[in-house]
Protein backbone atom coordinates (compact mmCIF):
# COMPACT_ATOMS: atom_id res chain seq x y z
CA UNK A 1 0.00 0.00 0.00
CA UNK A 2 1.07 3.45 -1.06
CA UNK A 3 -0.03 6.83 0.24
CA UNK A 4 -0.24 8.33 -3.33
CA UNK A 5 -3.03 5.05 -4.43
CA UNK A 6 -6.05 6.66 -5.81
CA UNK A 7 -9.24 5.18 -7.17
CA UNK A 8 -11.69 6.68 -9.49
CA UNK A 9 -15.17 8.26 -7.80
CA UNK A 10 -17.09 4.86 -9.18
CA UNK A 11 -14.93 2.58 -7.88
CA UNK A 12 -15.20 4.20 -4.05
CA UNK A 13 -18.55 3.99 -4.57
CA UNK A 14 -18.29 0.54 -5.27
CA UNK A 15 -16.33 -0.06 -2.06
CA UNK A 16 -18.84 2.13 -0.16
CA UNK A 17 -22.03 -0.05 -1.74
CA UNK A 18 -19.92 -2.76 -0.74
CA UNK A 19 -19.44 -2.37 2.65
CA UNK A 20 -22.44 -1.28 4.09
CA UNK A 21 -24.32 -4.17 2.20
CA UNK A 22 -21.48 -6.85 2.79
CA UNK A 23 -23.05 -8.89 6.06
CA UNK A 24 -25.37 -6.31 6.59
CA UNK A 25 -27.86 -8.07 3.93
CA UNK A 26 -27.48 -11.50 5.90
CA UNK A 27 -27.67 -10.11 9.10
CA UNK A 28 -30.04 -7.31 9.03
CA UNK A 29 -33.58 -9.33 8.30
CA UNK A 30 -33.38 -10.69 11.82
CA UNK A 31 -33.53 -8.56 13.83
CA UNK A 32 -34.75 -5.97 12.38
CA UNK A 33 -38.06 -8.26 12.18
CA UNK A 34 -37.73 -9.44 15.28
CA UNK A 35 -38.24 -5.89 16.92
CA UNK A 36 -40.41 -4.59 14.16
CA UNK A 37 -42.43 -7.05 12.60
CA UNK A 38 -43.95 -6.78 9.55
CA UNK A 39 -43.34 -3.06 9.60
CA UNK A 40 -39.19 -3.78 9.54
CA UNK A 41 -38.90 -2.52 5.97
CA UNK A 42 -40.66 1.16 7.60
CA UNK A 43 -37.49 0.77 9.95
CA UNK A 44 -35.10 0.40 7.42
CA UNK A 45 -36.20 3.46 5.27
CA UNK A 46 -36.34 5.74 8.42
CA UNK A 47 -32.94 4.12 9.26
CA UNK A 48 -31.84 5.03 5.32
CA UNK A 49 -32.83 8.71 5.92
CA UNK A 50 -30.50 9.14 8.70
CA UNK A 51 -28.09 7.38 7.22
CA UNK A 52 -28.46 9.96 4.11
CA UNK A 53 -28.18 13.12 6.42
CA UNK A 54 -24.77 11.44 7.91
CA UNK A 55 -23.41 10.78 4.45
CA UNK A 56 -24.23 14.50 4.11
CA UNK A 57 -22.12 15.17 6.91
CA UNK A 58 -19.17 13.11 6.06
CA UNK A 59 -19.19 14.86 2.46
CA UNK A 60 -19.09 18.43 4.22
CA UNK A 61 -15.93 17.30 6.22
CA UNK A 62 -14.24 15.75 2.92
CA UNK A 63 -14.96 19.01 0.88
CA UNK A 64 -13.59 21.26 3.92
CA UNK A 65 -10.45 19.50 3.73
CA UNK A 66 -9.76 20.15 0.86
CA UNK A 67 -8.68 16.67 -0.56
CA UNK A 68 -6.05 16.25 2.26
CA UNK A 69 -5.33 12.98 4.35
CA UNK A 70 -8.26 12.55 7.05
CA UNK A 71 -5.84 13.18 9.96
CA UNK A 72 -3.91 15.84 8.40
CA UNK A 73 -6.75 18.09 8.29
CA UNK A 74 -7.99 17.03 11.57
CA UNK A 75 -4.50 17.48 13.21
CA UNK A 76 -4.65 21.15 11.58
CA UNK A 77 -8.31 21.41 12.73
CA UNK A 78 -8.21 20.09 16.06
CA UNK A 79 -4.55 20.12 17.42
CA UNK A 80 -2.72 16.98 17.59
CA UNK A 81 -3.84 16.06 21.37
CA UNK A 82 -7.19 16.90 20.74
CA UNK A 83 -7.09 14.47 17.61
CA UNK A 84 -5.42 11.85 19.22
CA UNK A 85 -8.59 11.88 22.14
CA UNK A 86 -11.29 11.65 19.51
CA UNK A 87 -9.45 8.88 16.75
CA UNK A 88 -8.41 6.53 19.83
CA UNK A 89 -11.79 5.58 20.22
CA UNK A 90 -12.53 5.32 16.46
CA UNK A 91 -9.51 3.45 16.20
CA UNK A 92 -10.23 0.70 19.16
CA UNK A 93 -13.83 0.35 17.91
CA UNK A 94 -12.85 -0.11 14.41
CA UNK A 95 -10.56 -3.44 15.67
CA UNK A 96 -13.20 -4.69 17.27
CA UNK A 97 -15.38 -3.56 14.21
CA UNK A 98 -13.08 -5.73 12.50
CA UNK A 99 -12.91 -8.67 14.52
CA UNK A 100 -17.10 -8.85 14.93
CA UNK A 101 -17.39 -9.53 11.27
CA UNK A 102 -15.14 -12.50 11.27
CA UNK A 103 -17.34 -13.77 14.36
CA UNK A 104 -20.39 -13.23 12.50
CA UNK A 105 -18.83 -15.19 9.58
CA UNK A 106 -18.11 -18.06 12.00
CA UNK A 107 -21.46 -18.58 13.43
CA UNK A 108 -22.64 -18.35 10.26
CA UNK A 109 -20.20 -21.46 9.43
CA UNK A 110 -21.09 -23.12 12.44
CA UNK A 111 -24.64 -23.00 11.80
CA UNK A 112 -25.05 -23.70 8.65
CA UNK A 113 -21.80 -25.53 6.17
CA UNK A 114 -19.07 -26.01 8.37
CA UNK A 115 -20.51 -27.43 11.97
CA UNK A 116 -17.90 -29.22 13.14
CA UNK A 117 -15.13 -27.22 12.18
CA UNK A 118 -13.41 -25.45 15.07
CA UNK A 119 -13.86 -21.56 15.08
CA UNK A 120 -10.15 -20.83 15.62
CA UNK A 121 -9.72 -22.68 11.81
CA UNK A 122 -12.30 -20.77 10.39
CA UNK A 123 -11.30 -17.29 11.87
CA UNK A 124 -7.32 -17.64 11.46
CA UNK A 125 -8.27 -19.04 7.47
CA UNK A 126 -10.42 -16.22 6.85
CA UNK A 127 -7.89 -13.81 8.29
CA UNK A 128 -5.28 -14.75 6.85
CA UNK A 129 -6.95 -14.35 2.95
CA UNK A 130 -8.20 -10.86 4.39
CA UNK A 131 -5.01 -9.57 5.48
CA UNK A 132 -3.60 -10.63 1.86
CA UNK A 133 -6.01 -9.11 0.11
CA UNK A 134 -5.22 -5.54 2.05
CA UNK A 135 -1.77 -5.63 1.81
CA UNK A 136 -2.45 -6.21 -2.21
CA UNK A 137 -3.68 -2.55 -1.90
CA UNK A 138 -6.47 -0.09 -2.36
CA UNK A 139 -6.41 -0.16 -6.13
CA UNK A 140 -6.15 -3.68 -6.02
CA UNK A 141 -9.27 -3.91 -3.88
CA UNK A 142 -11.21 -1.30 -5.70
CA UNK A 143 -11.01 -3.66 -9.10
CA UNK A 144 -11.75 -6.62 -7.32
CA UNK A 145 -14.78 -4.93 -5.88
CA UNK A 146 -17.10 -4.70 -8.51
CA UNK A 147 -16.57 -8.14 -9.81
CA UNK A 148 -17.11 -9.52 -6.22
CA UNK A 149 -20.13 -7.34 -5.78
CA UNK A 150 -21.80 -8.24 -9.04
CA UNK A 151 -21.23 -11.49 -7.69
CA UNK A 152 -23.04 -10.74 -4.24
CA UNK A 153 -26.28 -8.96 -5.66
CA UNK A 154 -26.83 -11.39 -8.61
CA UNK A 155 -27.01 -13.83 -6.04
CA UNK A 156 -29.30 -12.17 -3.61
CA UNK A 157 -31.16 -11.30 -6.96
CA UNK A 158 -31.33 -14.87 -7.55
CA UNK A 159 -33.09 -15.82 -4.60
CA UNK A 160 -35.65 -13.19 -4.49
CA UNK A 161 -36.72 -14.40 -8.34
CA UNK A 162 -36.80 -18.22 -7.47
CA UNK A 163 -38.64 -18.35 -4.49
CA UNK A 164 -41.37 -15.37 -5.91
CA UNK A 165 -43.60 -18.37 -6.03
CA UNK A 166 -43.74 -18.93 -2.53
CA UNK A 167 -44.96 -15.45 -1.45
CA UNK A 168 -48.04 -13.79 0.29
CA UNK A 169 -48.54 -10.54 0.56
CA UNK A 170 -50.58 -10.98 4.00
CA UNK A 171 -47.79 -12.24 5.65
CA UNK A 172 -46.58 -7.93 5.53
CA UNK A 173 -50.00 -7.06 7.88
CA UNK A 174 -50.54 -5.39 10.35
CA UNK A 175 -47.75 -3.39 9.43
CA UNK A 176 -48.12 -1.62 12.71
CA UNK A 177 -49.69 -4.07 14.69
CA UNK A 178 -47.66 -2.00 18.07
CA UNK A 179 -47.53 1.03 17.49
CA UNK A 180 -44.53 2.94 16.30
CA UNK A 181 -42.18 2.09 19.17
CA UNK A 182 -41.16 -1.42 17.58
CA UNK A 183 -40.55 0.50 14.14
CA UNK A 184 -38.03 3.40 16.25
CA UNK A 185 -36.62 0.55 17.70
CA UNK A 186 -36.26 -1.15 14.33
CA UNK A 187 -34.46 2.03 13.02
CA UNK A 188 -32.04 2.56 16.22
CA UNK A 189 -30.57 -1.32 15.28
CA UNK A 190 -30.23 -0.77 11.43
CA UNK A 191 -28.50 2.82 12.02
CA UNK A 192 -26.10 1.46 14.15
CA UNK A 193 -25.75 -1.58 11.67
CA UNK A 194 -24.52 -0.75 8.93
CA UNK A 195 -25.58 3.03 8.94
CA UNK A 196 -23.64 4.77 11.36
CA UNK A 197 -20.74 2.64 9.85
CA UNK A 198 -20.25 4.86 6.99
CA UNK A 199 -18.32 7.75 8.78
CA UNK A 200 -14.96 5.35 8.71
CA UNK A 201 -15.01 6.32 5.00
CA UNK A 202 -14.08 10.00 5.68
CA UNK A 203 -10.13 8.03 5.67
CA UNK A 204 -10.61 6.53 2.29
CA UNK A 205 -12.09 9.57 0.66
CA UNK A 206 -9.12 11.65 0.06
CA UNK A 207 -7.96 8.87 -2.15
CA UNK A 208 -10.72 9.46 -4.75
CA UNK A 209 -8.81 10.88 -7.64
CA UNK A 210 -8.50 14.55 -8.42
CA UNK A 211 -9.91 14.91 -11.24
CA UNK A 212 -12.97 13.08 -10.52
CA UNK A 213 -13.65 14.65 -6.88
CA UNK A 214 -16.50 16.32 -8.11
CA UNK A 215 -18.96 13.54 -9.09
CA UNK A 216 -17.82 11.52 -5.46
CA UNK A 217 -21.11 12.77 -3.80
CA UNK A 218 -23.29 11.80 -6.32
CA UNK A 219 -22.16 8.35 -6.67
CA UNK A 220 -22.05 7.70 -3.09
CA UNK A 221 -25.49 9.06 -2.27
CA UNK A 222 -26.74 6.56 -5.58
CA UNK A 223 -25.05 3.94 -3.30
CA UNK A 224 -26.33 4.29 -0.76
CA UNK A 225 -29.91 4.36 -2.94
CA UNK A 226 -29.07 0.80 -4.31
CA UNK A 227 -28.28 -0.73 -0.66
CA UNK A 228 -31.37 0.64 0.84
CA UNK A 229 -33.51 -0.29 -2.05
CA UNK A 230 -31.61 -4.05 -1.78
CA UNK A 231 -32.34 -4.38 2.16
CA UNK A 232 -36.06 -2.86 1.67
CA UNK A 233 -36.13 -5.99 -0.81
CA UNK A 234 -34.19 -8.44 1.22
CA UNK A 235 -36.64 -8.03 4.34
CA UNK A 236 -39.93 -7.62 2.16
CA UNK A 237 -38.75 -11.29 0.42
CA UNK A 238 -38.02 -12.93 4.07
CA UNK A 239 -41.31 -11.56 5.30
CA UNK A 240 -43.33 -12.54 2.28
CA UNK A 241 -42.18 -16.32 2.39
CA UNK A 242 -41.22 -16.75 6.05
CA UNK A 243 -43.65 -14.20 7.80
CA UNK A 244 -43.85 -14.11 11.41
CA UNK A 245 -40.98 -16.77 11.55
CA UNK A 246 -38.41 -14.36 9.94
CA UNK A 247 -37.68 -12.74 13.15
CA UNK A 248 -36.48 -15.85 14.49
CA UNK A 249 -34.73 -17.72 12.21
CA UNK A 250 -31.10 -16.20 11.40
CA UNK A 251 -29.66 -15.38 8.21
CA UNK A 252 -33.31 -14.94 6.31
CA UNK A 253 -31.80 -15.07 2.70
CA UNK A 254 -30.25 -18.39 3.33
CA UNK A 255 -32.94 -20.37 5.05
CA UNK A 256 -34.92 -18.97 1.89
CA UNK A 257 -32.32 -20.30 -0.61
CA UNK A 258 -32.99 -23.77 0.96
CA UNK A 259 -36.52 -23.68 0.38
CA UNK A 260 -36.04 -23.30 -3.88
CA UNK A 261 -37.07 -26.74 -5.54
CA UNK A 262 -38.04 -26.72 -8.86
CA UNK A 263 -38.74 -30.01 -10.67
CA UNK A 264 -36.23 -32.12 -9.63
CA UNK A 265 -33.91 -29.35 -11.23
CA UNK A 266 -32.95 -26.21 -9.08
CA UNK A 267 -32.38 -27.65 -5.38
CA UNK A 268 -29.78 -27.99 -2.88
CA UNK A 269 -28.12 -24.55 -4.11
CA UNK A 270 -27.78 -23.17 -0.52
CA UNK A 271 -24.33 -23.96 -0.28
CA UNK A 272 -23.39 -22.43 -3.32
CA UNK A 273 -25.63 -19.20 -1.85
CA UNK A 274 -24.04 -19.45 0.86
CA UNK A 275 -20.98 -19.35 -0.09
CA UNK A 276 -20.96 -16.77 -2.29
CA UNK A 277 -22.91 -14.48 0.59
CA UNK A 278 -19.62 -15.27 2.57
CA UNK A 279 -18.16 -12.92 -0.61
CA UNK A 280 -20.03 -10.13 1.47
CA UNK A 281 -18.61 -10.76 4.95
CA UNK A 282 -14.46 -11.56 3.58
CA UNK A 283 -14.65 -7.91 1.68
CA UNK A 284 -16.60 -5.96 3.87
CA UNK A 285 -14.02 -7.13 6.49
CA UNK A 286 -10.92 -6.76 4.25
CA UNK A 287 -11.96 -3.07 3.71
CA UNK A 288 -12.53 -2.44 7.13
CA UNK A 289 -9.25 -3.98 7.92
CA UNK A 290 -7.60 -1.45 5.12
CA UNK A 291 -9.21 1.69 6.78
CA UNK A 292 -7.76 0.68 10.10
CA UNK A 293 -4.28 0.28 8.83
CA UNK A 294 -4.71 3.81 7.19
CA UNK A 295 -5.53 4.90 10.05
CA UNK A 296 -3.14 3.72 12.20
CA UNK A 297 -0.47 4.49 10.15
CA UNK A 298 -1.45 8.33 9.63
CA UNK A 299 -1.99 8.62 13.89
CA UNK A 300 1.69 7.35 14.12
CA UNK A 301 3.45 9.24 11.15
CA UNK A 302 4.74 5.31 9.33
CA UNK A 303 5.61 5.73 6.25
CA UNK A 304 5.00 2.16 5.03
CA UNK A 305 1.42 0.88 5.75
CA UNK A 306 2.70 -2.63 5.20
CA UNK A 307 4.65 -3.03 8.32
CA UNK A 308 1.06 -2.78 10.24
CA UNK A 309 -0.96 -5.52 8.17
CA UNK A 310 -0.36 -8.91 9.84
CA UNK A 311 0.29 -7.62 13.02
CA UNK A 312 -3.20 -6.03 13.13
CA UNK A 313 -4.88 -8.81 11.84
CA UNK A 314 -3.35 -10.73 14.30
CA UNK A 315 -4.78 -8.79 16.91
CA UNK A 316 -8.08 -8.65 15.12
CA UNK A 317 -8.31 -12.40 14.93
CA UNK A 318 -7.34 -12.97 18.91
CA UNK A 319 -10.41 -10.63 19.23
CA UNK A 320 -12.32 -12.84 17.29
CA UNK A 321 -12.11 -15.85 19.65
CA UNK A 322 -12.06 -13.64 22.85
CA UNK A 323 -14.65 -11.21 22.70
CA UNK A 324 -17.99 -12.96 22.38
CA UNK A 325 -18.47 -16.66 21.49
CA UNK A 326 -22.04 -17.02 22.17
CA UNK A 327 -24.73 -15.45 19.42
CA UNK A 328 -27.03 -14.43 22.37
CA UNK A 329 -24.22 -11.84 23.24
CA UNK A 330 -23.78 -10.79 19.62
CA UNK A 331 -27.98 -9.69 19.34
CA UNK A 332 -27.65 -8.16 22.70
CA UNK A 333 -24.72 -6.04 21.08
CA UNK A 334 -25.96 -5.61 17.62
CA UNK A 335 -29.89 -4.43 19.41
CA UNK A 336 -28.16 -2.43 21.89
CA UNK A 337 -24.83 -1.64 22.67
CA UNK A 338 -23.61 -1.15 18.98
CA UNK A 339 -25.25 1.59 17.57
CA UNK A 340 -24.85 3.57 21.05
CA UNK A 341 -20.41 3.04 20.16
CA UNK A 342 -21.07 3.56 17.07
CA UNK A 343 -22.38 6.90 17.60
CA UNK A 344 -19.82 7.88 20.28
CA UNK A 345 -16.38 6.66 18.33
CA UNK A 346 -17.45 7.07 14.44
CA UNK A 347 -20.10 9.96 14.55
CA UNK A 348 -18.99 12.08 17.14
CA UNK A 349 -15.84 12.85 15.96
CA UNK A 350 -16.68 13.69 12.55
CA UNK A 351 -19.59 15.62 13.51
CA UNK A 352 -16.94 17.46 16.31
CA UNK A 353 -14.86 17.91 13.40
CA UNK A 354 -17.67 19.61 10.49
CA UNK A 355 -18.50 21.76 13.39
CA UNK A 356 -14.82 23.02 13.58
CA UNK A 357 -14.45 23.28 10.05
CA UNK A 358 -17.66 25.10 9.97
CA UNK A 359 -16.98 27.99 12.26
CA UNK A 360 -13.24 28.03 10.79
CA UNK A 361 -14.85 28.38 7.24
CA UNK A 362 -17.42 31.14 8.69
CA UNK A 363 -14.56 32.90 10.34
CA UNK A 364 -12.13 33.04 7.29
CA UNK A 365 -15.27 34.61 5.23
CA UNK A 366 -16.13 37.23 7.57
Same mark, same amino acid.
Given at each position: ?45 ? &?? $??? !? #??? /?? @? *?????? +? ?69 ? &?? $??? !? #??? /?? @? *?????? +? ?69 ? &? ?7 ? /?? @? ?5 ? +? ?123
Amino acid at each position: MKQTESVGSLQMAVLFLFFLTGSSIVIIPSPLTSVAGSGAWLSLLL &AL $LLG !M #AML /AV @L *LYVHRA +GGGRPFIAYTRSALGGPLTWFVMAPFALLLFWNVAGIVIEIGFFFKSTMLKETPTYAVNGMLFLIIALTVR &AG $LET !M #ARM /AA @L *LLLLMF +GFVALILVLVSGLYRIEFLLPILPEGIKPILHGAYIAYGFPYAELFIFAVLLPHVRAREAGRISRHLYIAL &AVNGLTFVC /AI @LGSLMVL +GPLTGELKYSLYQLARLIYIREIVERIELVIGFSLIVGFYFKTAIALLILIKLLAALLRLQDEQLLTFPVALICFLLSLTTYTTESATEQIVNVTWPLLTTLAYAAPVVLLAVVLGFKAMADTS
